[in-house]
Nanobody, 118 residues
Framework: QVQLVESGGGLVQPGGSLRLSCAAS????????MGWYRQAPGKQRDLVAT????????NYADSVKGRFTISRDNANNTVYLQMNSLKPEDTALYSC???????????WGKGTLVTVSS
């Protein structure tokens, strides 16, 4: 089992940048595929980006390609989401996900709120 704690959210103006972090504990971090998801008010939770256990493979939602970058530091049990050129439509609760590649179990953090507004 793994515990996830997100940080780095906040209020930013359109065009600005934020870096989200997700610290994992309680299990072997390198055995989890990691991902970021987001949920805007009144909408379903959507995939933002995922990264493989090694970090060599990434996947992005079309809406964030070229603006967001997911990365991971297996030595420090942390996954990051660098968000650039933020838009008001990026406003959402961003949650970290860990998927155990051995048994398919999913774990979630509580999320960090990102608000893009002038």
């Amino acid at each position: 089992q793994v515990q996830l704690v997100e940080s780095g959210g906040g209020l930013v103006q359109p065009g600005g940048s934020l870096r989200l972090s997700c610290a994992a504990s309680g299990s072997i971090f390198s055995t989890y595929r990691m991902g970021w998801y987001r949920q805007a008010p009144g909408k379903q939770r959507d995939l933002v980006a995922t990264i493989s256990t090694s970090g060599r493979s990434t996947n992005y939602a079309d809406s964030v390609k070229g603006r967001f970058t997911i990365s991971r530091d297996n030595a420090n049990n942390t996954v990051y989401l660098q968000m650039n050129s933020l838009k008001p439509e990026d406003t959402a609760l961003y949650s970290c996900n860990a998927r155990d590649v051995m048994n398919g179990m999913n774990y979630w953090g509580k999320g960090t709120l990102v608000t893009v507004s002038s």
